[in-house]
């Protein structure tokens, strides 16, 4: 934050009658209320905004949370004031209770990794977010240093302006919030699908491996052929005027064995290639499909808390979580049709109405519209459908008839509309 724009900000704070209320929303945000408006101090970034959407996660009962609720919650501003060049504010406070006025102050640093709120009465510390070896509980506050330069800062009058430009500051805040989730997304997404893909390359086809087989047996029959040639030790072949690389063995019929046991595990894999290969083919549609999703903001809450599962199940299937919410999405006829076999009865069905699609299945039996809208949102653009209106259909699983396979039909249904 700017020294100017901090020095804007001390002169709202001291138009402000009353500071209603402070106290922490997390670790290091701290909120400050003062009449109808909302300002929120982030000591870990050093900003300063203003916003009403956000609310506490957590309730803090730290000593220092208690004193900031003793000596600064319910007070009169008397004033605010910037600590010379630095980027400090010193909010100035009367307390009242039942017996005795208080007067305290808040001071609030906003310098660089240096971050800190103290809270002071009678010039000593009372409390302080993080104690360092300059601040020394019920010790005087030893003032921060001033910095070598010179400036001058203007006093300004337009304190609307300065509202809303702190109102714009959490706006902005949130969209560098927003393109740094999607970065991170992207990096993690791609390097997964980067690591499949090079073991995916490095699979041999099955004409290799059957090459490798009958050479594997050909060189067996052929060791066996002629024991009595083959040195102890070999470490090359010659068969058909070609020579060949071996493993060196102190007898010939260890060899043979050798190349008889390597062309059996060679046909062994032969059989399950095909499904590893497929599977890897699968798992990086599904990873391209969450990196297409990283483009919309919309989803990135969804991708947020995506989770895997730890059923072998979930291994089959696009698994995706909305608020602990679960969603399962097919990826192939025999998937949607498992899906629908798994499903409870009153868990929440989702197609897309009039085409091919996904089977959606969503593990709750509550029809919330915003959970409807992004499940809705996800089901189309795993479909490859990227811009327009379109209407996904949704009912209970038990209102579905199973003619064959995944081919259903129902009557009883609604249908959310779907704008991309």
């Known amino acids: 934050m700017k020294l100017q724009d901090l020095k804007d900000v001390a002169t709202l704070f001291k138009s402000k009658p009353k500071l209603n209320h402070i106290g922490r ?47 600064a919650s319910s007070s009169k501003i008397l004033d605010c004031t910037l600590d010379g060049l630095n980027k400090i504010l010193f909010l100035d406070l009367e307390v009242k209770n039942a017996y005795k006025v208080f007067n305290s102050r808040l001071v609030i640093n906003l310098i660089p990794r240096s971050t800190n709120l103290i809270l002071l009465v009678d010039s000593k510390v009372v409390a302080a977010l993080h104690y360092k070896e300059d601040i020394i509980l019920k010790m005087p506050y030893i003032p921060t240093p001033q ?30 919030l927003v393109r740094q989730k999607q970065a991170s997304f992207k990096a993690a997404i791609s390097k997964q699908i980067a690591t499949l893909q ?27 052929s002629n024991l009595s040639l083959i040195p102890p030790y070999a470490t090359k072949l010659t068969m058909d005027k070609k020579v060949y690389k071996i493993k060196a063995f102190p007898s010939s019929t260890e060899l043979a064995n050798s190349l008889f046991s390597e062309a059996k595990k060679l046909k062994r894999k032969l059989k399950n290639i095909s499904l590893q290969r497929a599977n890897l083919e699968s798992k990086i549609v599904l990873l391209k499909e969450k990196l297409s999703l990283t483009e919309n903001t919309n989803m990135l809450e969804l991708l947020e808390h995506t989770q895997k599962s730890k059923s072998q199940d979930s291994k089959k299937e696009r698994c995706f979580f909305y608020k602990d919410i679960k969603i399962s999405v097919g990826k192939s006829q025999a998937e949607n049709a498992k899906l629908l076999k798994d499903a409870k009865a009153k868990y929440i069905w989702m197609h897309l109405k009039d085409r091919p699609s996904s089977h959606m299945i969503l593990h709750t039996s509550k029809i919330d519209s915003t959970l409807l809208e992004y499940a809705g949102e996800l089901l189309c653009r795993l479909n490859g459908l990227e811009s327009g209106k379109f209407l996904v259909d949704y009912t209970y699983r038990r209102d579905l008839k199973v003619q064959s396979n995944a081919f259903v039909t129902y009557n009883k249904y609604s249908s959310v509309y779907i704008t991309l």
Do not use: C, H
Request: no cysteine; net charge negative; hydrophobic share 40%.
């Open 198 to 224: 090079s073991v995916l390359d490095s699979l041999l086809s099955d004409e290799d491996l059957q090459a490798k087989v009958r050479l594997n047996y050909t060189l067996a029959n052929f060791v066996l």
């Open 147 to 176: 910095p070598s330069f010179t400036k001058t800062l203007k006093e300004t009058t337009n304190l609307e302006a300065v509202q809303k430009s702190l109102k714009q500051r959490y706006i902005d805040l949130q969209e560098d």
């Open 25 to 71: 929303i997390k670790d290091n945000l701290v909120a400050l209320r003062m009449d109808k408006d909302f300002y929120y101090l982030d000591l870990q970034s050093g900003d300063i905004f203003e916003t009403r959407e956000l609310t506490s996660i957590k309730t803090y009962s730290s000593p220092f949370d208690m004193a900031l609720s003793k000596f």
